[in-house]
């Protein structure tokens, strides 16, 4: 095990202590039990988080999803998305329920969901296919890939999903995850937000990505700053559209709650079309 990863081991831990203290902050219409469904029988729940399964075929086992879909939610029009991917030893519900995440869905109306990348140590395939250990698949990191993008797939089935407006967020492990999918699918994603992300190793990659637009979220304080200082030198090389915040002072965990008015903000004007748009312009100029 290299050092970056007992770093993130290590903040995770922490990260998983502050957020059971903090996520109350913003879960105030949460039940008092978790409910748990399928997505084949669920009905639309809204302004609350609540958790759900599917039959992962792939893996042959019930996996594990969360679920926000905003109270103005009523089918008759295209909402935005943002996937959210959570931490090493982390979970869905844990990544959703960051103080002031559901809120801002809330308020400017975006549905959010959060896989479970197969376990809690996936990885979502940015360190290879394999990385199983123990009574993991030996295709685990492969596993956790599928299981966002069979993910993205119930959900854009079952609601009105803007296509132009379907984003990825991520923390630490889930950090590194937004950039290897956005990547692997780069077709998708109107634009990503890596926060204080664990990166995947091989920078010169991204240039597959380029015309994504990235909101970045590190602490200067954070042992993986000199991996997204990196990735970030990178996308100014590649003159990608980007916005890093470099948190003075800060580490691992609460730069993760901290930015979400920057993040939402970000992403509110980087809708596919909008690019589109921007981009048709210059050309005519």
């Known amino acids: 095990m290299d050092s970056m990863i007992i770093r993130s081991f290590a903040c995770s831990l922490i990260l998983l202590v502050q957020t059971w203290l903090t996520a109350t902050a913003s879960c105030q219409e949460q039940p008092?039990?978790?409910?748990?469904?399928?997505?084949?029988?669920?009905?639309?729940?809204?302004?609350?988080?609540?958790?759900?399964?599917?039959?992962f075929?792939?893996?042959?086992?019930?996996?594990?999803?969360?679920?926000?879909?905003?109270?103005?939610?009523?089918g008759t029009k295209d909402y935005p998305l943002i996937v959210a991917l959570h931490g090493l030893n982390s979970n869905p519900r844990q990544i959703l329920s960051y103080p002031g995440f559901a809120d801002h869905a809330e308020r400017q109306g975006y549905i959010l969901v959060a896989p479970m990348g197969y376990n809690s140590r996936g990885w979502y395939g940015s360190r290879g296919k394999g990385g199983g250990r123990g009574s993991d698949p030996e295709n685990l990191g492969e596993l956790s890939e599928q299981d966002v993008m069979n993910v993205l797939e119930l959900i854009r089935k079952e609601f009105k999903i803007d296509d132009n407006r379907i984003f990825l967020l991520g923390h630490s492990m889930g950090g590194g995850g937004a950039l290897h999918l956005a990547i692997k699918h780069p077709d998708i994603w109107a634009a990503i937000a890596p926060i204080a992300p664990a990166v995947p190793r091989n920078v010169g990659d991204l240039s597959q990505a380029k015309h994504i637009p990235a909101i970045i979220v590190q602490g200067d304080k954070d042992g993986l700053v000199a991996g997204t200082r990196r990735w970030v030198e990178k996308m100014k090389e590649l003159e990608m559209e980007h916005q890093y915040i470099e948190v003075k002072g800060g580490g691992h965990v609460l730069v993760a709650?901290?930015?979400?008015?920057?993040?939402f903000e970000f992403f509110a004007a980087h809708a596919k079309d909008k690019r589109e748009a921007v981009k048709d312009g210059d050309s005519k100029n």
């Open 32 to 55: 008092k039990g978790e409910s748990t469904e399928t997505a084949e029988t669920a009905k639309t729940e809204t302004g609350r988080i609540v958790k759900r399964t599917y039959d």
């Open 57 to 74: 075929k792939q893996a042959e086992k019930e996996m594990e999803y969360t679920l926000y879909v905003p109270k103005s939610y009523d």
């Open 257 to 263: 709650f901290q930015h979400f008015d920057e993040i």
